[in-house]
């Protein structure tokens, strides 16, 4: 089991920058893809970054160089560091978990609450 918290979302104007936290929980002997989505209102939940269990990051093409992920595994944490944020990245963004990274949604196991973005122009 994975328990996934996620903070740091809320409100900013365009071309702002935003750092989402996401605290995990699991067996400290166990080993997951972790990774970020973000779905929009009306839209698909898309993957935005994922990490593989060896520490190499898998960016969607959208968000390679604009977003950051990183993490601390002594503290079982992640980030998503957002900058020069625009309207379309107005969503709710969720911390996930995975055996696998396979860069969809559909397949994910474990889901964050989520934490909303608002970005206004």
């Known amino acids: 089991q994975v328990q996934l918290v996620e903070s740091g979302g809320g409100s900013v104007q365009s071309g702002g920058s935003l750092k989402l936290s996401c605290k995990v929980s699991?067996?400290?002997?166990?080993?997951?893809?972790l990774g970020w989505f973000r779905q929009a209102p009306g839209k698909e939940r898309e993957m935005v970054v994922q990490?593989?269990?060896?520490?190499?990051?898998l960016y969607a093409d959208a968000f390679r160089g604009r977003f950051t992920v990183s993490q601390d595994n002594s503290t079982n944490m992640l980030w998503l560091q957002l900058v020069n944020l625009n309207a379309g990245d107005s969503a709710a963004y969720f911390c996930?978990?995975?055996?696998?990274?396979?860069?969809?949604?559909?397949?994910?196991?474990?889901w964050g609450q989520g934490t909303q973005v608002a970005v206004s122009s």
């Open positions: 996930a978990a995975d055996l696998y990274c396979v860069g969809a949604a559909a397949t994910v196991h474990y």
């Open positions: 699991k067996n400290p002997s166990a080993h997951y893809c």
């Open positions: 990490i593989e269990t060896d520490g190499s990051v």
